[in-house]
């Protein structure tokens, strides 16, 4: 559908200078980076289409320049609750402890990442996920920073998150 996307850029009012590019062949979050011209590559972010968020995109370029990171990476806080007891043992099979039900806490990637011309020059024109850059620019000791959000953020990216956030977003219009 992205001719519905281009449409509704083209027809918007803003300060934002959006530049549109369309792969020939799937390249991934990271490959398509290639695609970009270079004079664009000195302070890119990078932002899942399947991704909301009332996130400060100024704050998070500032914090990367700041910082002097070479990638930025965005994290969000997810909490996973486990259904069934959780039951430590030892090599031997002996009993040290039980945690009924516990609530695992983990950072997430959160699909908005802020990358420099550095880490840009890293990418080439076939397919690469973000994570496969971020690890491959940390191997090579270019500075990856961590940047948590705590702002509104959800990801869409299947047909039950989006209707649920639909019908946040639309309650909280009218309430």
């Given amino acids: 559908l992205h001719e519905k996307i281009e449409k509704f850029i083209k ?3 803003s300060k934002s200078n959006i530049k549109i590019i369309r792969e020939d062949k799937p390249l991934g979050t990271a490959g398509c980076i290639s695609l970009v011209p270079k004079e664009d590559r000195e302070l890119l972010m990078v932002i899942n289409a399947d991704v909301i968020s009332d996130i400060d995109f100024e704050s998070i370029s500032l914090f990367h320049s700041e910082k002097v990171n070479d990638i930025t990476v965005t994290v969000a806080k997810y909490s996973h609750q486990i259904q069934f007891g ?3 043992i030892d090599k031997n099979l002996n009993f040290k402890s039980l945690k009924e039900k516990p609530i695992l806490e ?3 990637l959160s ?4 990358l420099n011309n550095k880490i840009c020059n890293l990418v080439k024109n076939e397919y690469l996920d973000m994570t496969s850059l971020i690890e491959k620019a940390h191997m090579l000791g270019s500075k990856v920073g961590i940047f948590p ?3 509104y953020w959800q990801d869409v990216g299947n047909k039950a998150d989006f209707e ?3 019908k946040s977003l ?3 219009k009218y309430t």
């Fill in 11 to 13: 027809k918007r009012l």
């Fill in 86 to 88: 959780i039951v430590n």
């Fill in 106 to 108: 983990h950072f997430i």
């Fill in 111 to 114: 699909g908005i990442y802020c």
């Fill in 149 to 151: 959000i705590y702002e």
């Fill in 164 to 166: 649920k956030v639909h």
């Fill in 170 to 172: 639309h309650k909280r």
